[in-house]
């Protein structure tokens, strides 16, 4: 009788473990040893080519516009992300570089900016809602300067989808690594 009670007190805290367990999104490595950096997207997607745009690209097969890209620009000698400004003030940069990209003058809304320390390094997590032509979209950048080069990795989806594709996206931005 011991044995049974046992036995079922078992398999009452194993089914509520289970409950315990975060489901992640499935998600991929990538990694550009040329350039210093990796990253963390989702199953399924693939890259794509634009010519004179971002280092790399990748996307959803099924909904094409949802995407994370890799930006790398260069940055005058000897200056830190800090020196380009806080959070709040690089965002609003990066905000008005999404218009004169778009070549609109769209509204494009700085929704949060923190800086995140890893190890030495400090990187901008940055969160925007952007009214573009082509509809409203919501991006998640993650900025920071290295090696004389400012690394900016976006991620991007229409509004529409952002509560079905969140996790997945945070998880990308919060992956990226500039070494």
Known sequence: ?????????????????QGCVSVTESLQSYADNYDGYSFLYPTGWVPVTVAEGPDVVFRDIINSTEN?????????????????????????????????????????QLVDAQAVESGELTYYILEYVADLPAGIRHNLASVIVRRGKLFTFNASTPEARWSKIEGALRQSVESFSVY
């Open 68 to 108: 994370v890209s890799v930006v790398i620009s260069p940055v005058s000698e000897g200056k830190t992300l800090e020196d380009l400004g806080t959070p709040t003030e690089v965002g609003y940069k990066l905000s008005k570089s999404i218009n004169a990209f778009t070549d609109s003058d769209r509204d494009v």
């Open 1 to 17: 009788m011991l044995k049974r009670i046992a036995a079922l007190l078992l398999v009452v805290i194993a089914i509520s473990l």
